[in-house]
């Protein structure tokens, strides 16, 4: 085993949930950070204990765990950014500031570090780097109760076995629900509240993930429950490709339709296909000669179609690189100048039209009332996930800014 000092290796062979053992048995302070292609998780760790956590996943950010506990509203998240931006205060400090109690900012702190921690466990490959340092100042503006890391372990494999038993019903992010039938009233404002409100007709699980902005477990693990309970079901029947009827069966008089909506890169890349090329070397070629070339949009879908078939650390690198200029470009052209995007779609028939959940969600916030900015930063996806849809809806003419 390598020097405390610092602790490298491979997620593969030494398993998330060991190494908390093991640092949380030693009472190791320090930070330990984790990498899984783009994707980063960091913990810091005093004396053998989870005290802060950040993450590259969206659905992480303590702002979303508030969202989805109904504990505050877009609005309100925004309204704390913007103070965030202009006094550089920590963000739970200033939603204590501006009304919310500080227990539940220091429970949404808490369970961040443990979902982040958890999530983490559940990977099976990747790189981590463990290094001592001096304790932290926190960096939240709320103190949080240290998490330990052994209990951590214990609970992700919990949480493990209780996957299997998701999984057998509840597959993949695209299968369907539906109600299935009437109970009395869930409490007001409560997450069951919010799913049976959004089931007034059938979704996929990813599409109420987004509207709910709710974890992978906590949405999956509360649908099984309710599965379970009989008030809602999977879907008995799959919408039928394309979703909306073909031009020549629109009915006379209506407007025509934008065209189809492309599906955006995810924000993790997909799994390569059955039979992948042999090499990711063709695609790794195309991303860096466009990068070189300043075709960014092009960079990074060659480096990400890459990253599908080898995370290779050149790929992952190139694929920052030019995430990082594309972001800041689709921030030049599209955010510059404050603007209030408006659907061009009649949200009615928004069910009807053969987009993804990400751009379907991103499009019920576009009625003109809210600056893009303010929808962007809200949304349970990467900044630059929903730029590029949103570059895409304007340029079909889903919507206007």
């Given amino acids: 085993m390598a020097p405390m000092a610092e602790l490298q290796g491979e997620l593969a062979f030494m398993p998330a949930a060991d190494l908390f053992r093991y640092l949380g048995n030693r009472g190791f302070s320090g930070t330990l950070v984790a990498r899984r292609g783009p994707d980063e998780k960091r913990i810091v760790l005093l004396e053998g204990k989870a005290v802060q956590a950040t993450s590259s996943d969206p659905r992480e950010y303590v702002g979303q765990f508030l969202l989805h506990g109904g504990r505050l509203g877009e609005e309100q998240l925004e309204k704390a950014?913007?103070?965030?931006?202009?006094?550089?205060?920590?963000?739970?400090?200033?939603?204590?500031?501006?009304?919310?109690?500080?227990?539940?900012?220091?429970?949404?702190?808490?369970?961040?570090?443990?979902?982040?921690?958890?999530?983490l466990c559940g990977w099976t490959e990747g790189q981590f780097v463990v290094a001592r340092s001096a304790a932290r100042a926190d960096e939240s503006g709320v103190a949080v109760g240290p998490l330990s890391?052994?209990?951590?372990?214990?609970?992700?494999?919990?949480?493990?076995?209780?996957?299997?038993?998701?999984?057998?019903?509840?597959?993949?992010?695209?299968?369907?629900?539906?109600?299935?039938?009437?109970?009395?009233?869930?409490?007001?404002?409560?997450?069951?509240?919010?799913?049976?409100?959004?089931?007034?007709?059938?979704?996929?699980?990813?599409?109420?993930?987004?509207?709910?902005?709710?974890?992978?477990?906590?949405?999956?693990?509360?649908?099984?429950?309710?599965?379970?309970?009989?008030?809602?079901?999977?879907a008995s029947r799959e919408r039928p490709a394309g979703g909306s009827p073909a031009p020549a069966?629109?009915?006379?008089?209506?407007?025509?339709?934008?065209?189809?909506?492309?599906?955006?890169?995810?924000?993790?890349?997909?799994?390569?296909?059955?039979?992948?090329p042999a090499s990711a070397a063709p695609h790794l070629a195309r991303?860096?000669?466009?990068?070189?070339?300043?075709?960014?949009a092009e960079a990074v879908s060659?480096?990400?179609?890459?990253?599908?078939?080898?995370?290779?650390?050149?790929?992952?690198?190139?694929?920052?690189?030019?995430?990082?200029?594309?972001?800041?470009?689709?921030?030049?052209?599209?955010?510059?100048t404050p603007a209030k995007p408006r659907s061009t779609v009649d949200l009615a028939r928004l069910r009807?039209?053969?987009?993804?959940?990400?751009?379907?969600?991103?499009l019920t916030r576009m009625n003109g009332a809210r600056e893009l900015g303010a929808i962007v930063r809200v949304a349970p996806m990467r900044e630059i996930d929903a730029l590029e849809i949103v570059e895409r809806m304007v340029r079909d003419g889903w919507i206007t800014l």
Wanted: aromatic share 2%.
């Fill in 352 to 362: 009807e039209l053969p987009i993804p959940p990400p751009a379907r969600y991103l």
């Fill in 149 to 234: 890391l052994p209990s951590i372990a214990a609970e992700a494999q919990a949480r493990a076995l209780h996957w299997r038993e998701i999984r057998k019903v509840l597959p993949a992010g695209t299968t369907r629900v539906e109600l299935a039938s009437k109970r009395a009233a869930p409490p007001p404002g409560s997450v069951d509240e919010r799913i049976l409100s959004l089931l007034s007709e059938p979704r996929s699980v990813d599409e109420l993930g987004l509207f709910l902005h709710a974890t992978e477990f906590q949405l999956y693990s509360r649908l099984l429950d309710l599965l379970r309970e009989g008030v809602i079901r999977i």
């Fill in 287 to 296: 991303a860096r000669k466009a990068l070189q070339a300043k075709a960014l």
């Fill in 81 to 119: 950014f913007q103070g965030q931006r202009a006094s550089k205060e920590p963000l739970g400090k200033l939603l204590v500031a501006g009304g919310l109690p500080e227990a539940v900012v220091r429970e949404a702190l808490e369970l961040k570090i443990r979902e982040t921690a958890i999530d």
């Fill in 302 to 336: 060659a480096a990400r179609e890459a990253i599908g078939i080898e995370a290779s650390g050149e790929a992952v690198s190139i694929l920052r690189q030019a995430e990082a200029l594309l972001l800041e470009d689709l921030r030049s052209r599209l955010m510059a």
């Fill in 249 to 276: 069966e629109a009915a006379a008089g209506e407007p025509p339709k934008p065209p189809p909506l492309p599906m955006t890169s995810p924000v993790r890349p997909p799994p390569p296909a059955e039979k992948p």
